[in-house]
Protein backbone atom coordinates (compact mmCIF):
# COMPACT_ATOMS: atom_id res chain seq x y z
CA UNK A 1 0.00 0.00 0.00
CA UNK A 2 2.94 2.31 1.03
CA UNK A 3 6.50 2.12 -0.41
CA UNK A 4 9.39 3.74 1.77
CA UNK A 5 12.49 4.44 -0.36
CA UNK A 6 15.54 5.12 1.29
CA UNK A 7 19.16 6.38 0.32
CA UNK A 8 21.74 8.64 1.50
CA UNK A 9 23.91 5.99 3.25
CA UNK A 10 27.82 4.75 3.43
CA UNK A 11 31.17 5.11 4.56
CA UNK A 12 32.14 8.79 6.55
CA UNK A 13 35.46 9.76 8.68
CA UNK A 14 34.40 10.45 11.81
CA UNK A 15 33.37 14.43 12.55
CA UNK A 16 31.76 13.70 8.24
CA UNK A 17 28.14 14.33 7.61
CA UNK A 18 25.30 12.06 5.49
CA UNK A 19 21.77 13.16 4.29
CA UNK A 20 19.51 10.42 4.37
CA UNK A 21 16.36 10.84 2.52
CA UNK A 22 13.60 9.00 2.42
CA UNK A 23 10.41 9.20 -0.20
CA UNK A 24 6.64 7.62 0.15
CA UNK A 25 4.74 6.78 -2.56
CA UNK A 26 1.47 4.46 -2.56
CA UNK A 27 -1.80 4.56 -1.67
CA UNK A 28 -1.30 7.66 0.59
CA UNK A 29 -4.36 9.26 2.00
CA UNK A 30 -2.79 11.12 4.61
CA UNK A 31 1.44 10.98 5.87
CA UNK A 32 1.16 11.36 8.89
CA UNK A 33 4.32 11.20 11.38
CA UNK A 34 7.95 9.98 9.67
CA UNK A 35 10.94 9.50 11.58
CA UNK A 36 14.08 7.29 11.62
CA UNK A 37 15.22 4.76 14.11
CA UNK A 38 18.75 2.70 14.02
CA UNK A 39 19.80 -0.57 15.23
CA UNK A 40 23.38 -1.53 15.69
CA UNK A 41 24.65 -4.82 16.00
CA UNK A 42 23.60 -6.40 18.76
CA UNK A 43 21.42 -3.99 20.31
CA UNK A 44 17.70 -3.01 19.86
CA UNK A 45 16.06 -0.64 17.45
CA UNK A 46 15.93 2.91 18.41
CA UNK A 47 14.04 5.77 17.76
CA UNK A 48 16.77 8.45 16.16
CA UNK A 49 14.38 11.58 15.32
CA UNK A 50 10.30 12.07 14.18
CA UNK A 51 8.73 14.54 12.53
CA UNK A 52 5.10 15.37 12.39
CA UNK A 53 3.11 16.61 10.10
CA UNK A 54 2.81 20.20 11.04
CA UNK A 55 6.85 20.22 11.23
CA UNK A 56 7.04 19.54 15.55
CA UNK A 57 10.30 17.28 16.06
CA UNK A 58 12.13 15.10 18.96
CA UNK A 59 14.97 13.44 18.93
CA UNK A 60 16.94 11.17 21.07
CA UNK A 61 19.07 12.84 23.53
CA UNK A 62 22.45 11.35 21.71
CA UNK A 63 21.81 13.36 18.27
CA UNK A 64 20.37 16.38 19.75
CA UNK A 65 22.43 19.24 18.08
CA UNK A 66 24.03 17.30 15.33
CA UNK A 67 21.27 15.25 13.69
CA UNK A 68 18.36 17.54 12.20
CA UNK A 69 15.40 15.57 11.06
CA UNK A 70 12.85 17.65 8.09
CA UNK A 71 10.19 16.94 5.70
CA UNK A 72 8.90 17.70 2.43
CA UNK A 73 4.89 17.40 2.48
CA UNK A 74 4.84 18.03 -1.33
CA UNK A 75 7.48 15.45 -1.70
CA UNK A 76 6.01 13.31 0.66
CA UNK A 77 9.91 12.74 1.72
CA UNK A 78 11.32 13.02 5.16
CA UNK A 79 15.03 13.87 5.24
CA UNK A 80 18.03 12.86 8.17
CA UNK A 81 20.76 15.78 7.60
CA UNK A 82 23.62 13.39 10.26
CA UNK A 83 26.88 16.06 11.06
CA UNK A 84 29.44 15.53 13.41
CA UNK A 85 29.48 11.72 12.86
CA UNK A 86 31.18 9.45 15.51
CA UNK A 87 31.84 5.83 15.10
CA UNK A 88 29.16 5.12 18.08
CA UNK A 89 26.51 6.44 15.15
CA UNK A 90 27.57 3.53 13.34
CA UNK A 91 24.01 1.26 12.46
CA UNK A 92 21.19 0.36 10.54
CA UNK A 93 19.03 3.68 9.55
CA UNK A 94 15.06 2.47 9.16
CA UNK A 95 13.01 4.77 7.59
CA UNK A 96 9.02 4.96 9.38
CA UNK A 97 5.70 6.32 8.63
CA UNK A 98 2.62 6.43 9.53
CA UNK A 99 0.10 6.88 7.10
CA UNK A 100 -3.71 6.75 6.29
CA UNK A 101 -4.04 4.67 2.92
CA UNK A 102 -7.18 4.07 1.08
CA UNK A 103 -8.09 0.81 1.20
CA UNK A 104 -12.14 1.19 -0.44
CA UNK A 105 -14.61 1.50 0.75
CA UNK A 106 -12.67 3.81 3.95
CA UNK A 107 -9.34 5.03 5.06
CA UNK A 108 -6.91 2.83 7.73
CA UNK A 109 -3.89 3.87 9.60
CA UNK A 110 -0.93 2.27 9.41
CA UNK A 111 3.15 1.91 9.95
CA UNK A 112 5.75 1.39 7.42
CA UNK A 113 9.27 0.81 7.43
CA UNK A 114 11.91 1.52 4.75
CA UNK A 115 14.33 -1.84 3.96
CA UNK A 116 17.12 0.00 6.14
CA UNK A 117 20.39 1.74 5.12
CA UNK A 118 24.20 1.19 6.44
CA UNK A 119 25.89 3.89 7.72
CA UNK A 120 29.00 3.20 8.70
CA UNK A 121 31.45 5.96 10.79
CA UNK A 122 35.17 5.02 10.87
CA UNK A 123 38.47 6.23 10.15
Known amino acids: QVQLVESGGGLVQPGGSLRLSCAAS????????MGWYRQAPGKQRELVAT???????NYVDSVKGRFTISRDNAKNTVYLQMNSLQPEDTAVYYC?????????????????WGQGLQVTVSS
Open 26 to 33: GRIFTLND
Open 51 to 57: VTSIGTT
Open 96 to 112: HAVATVVVVPEVRTYEY
